[in-house]
């Protein structure tokens, strides 16, 4: 069983940056791989990006280049670093955990899922 927790969000003006982290109580950690979604208002939970148990990461089209994932197993972490904020990427952030299921984009392959923090970028 895996508990996430997820931190970090806020308001922050269109260009600027923030890191999320993502606490595990799992013990297994270091076997999933791991990834962050986002949900705005009136729409779907969408894919960000992710991080494999060999930290290979693979992101959205819409925030490559400016997200980093990044994973810290004997903290039983994972961040996103978000930079070049944009009023789009305002959304609630989730953590997730995929039990073995390498580049996993979609909902269904993940097992496990924080309550999510709230990300808020003005223009």
């Known amino acids: 069983q895996v508990q996430l927790v997820e931190s970090g969000g806020g308001l922050v003006q269109a260009g600027g940056s923030l890191r999320l982290s993502c606490a595990a109580s799992?013990?297994?950690?270091?076997?999933?791989?791991m990834g962050w979604f986002r949900q705005a208002p009136g729409k779907e939970r969408e894919f960000v990006a992710g991080i494999t148990y060999g930290s290979g990461t693979y992101y959205a089209d819409s925030v490559k280049g400016r997200f980093t994932i990044s994973r810290d197993n004997a903290k039983t972490a994972v961040y996103l670093q978000m930079n070049s904020l944009k009023p789009a990427d305002t959304a609630v952030y989730y953590c997730?955990?995929?039990?073995?299921?390498?580049?996993?984009?979609?909902?269904?392959?993940?097992?496990?899922w924080g309550q999510g923090t709230q990300v808020t970028v003005s223009s």
């Open positions: 799992g013990r297994t950690f270091s076997r999933y791989t």
């Open positions: 997730a955990a995929c039990d073995r299921r390498p580049l996993a984009t979609a909902q269904w392959e993940y097992d496990y």
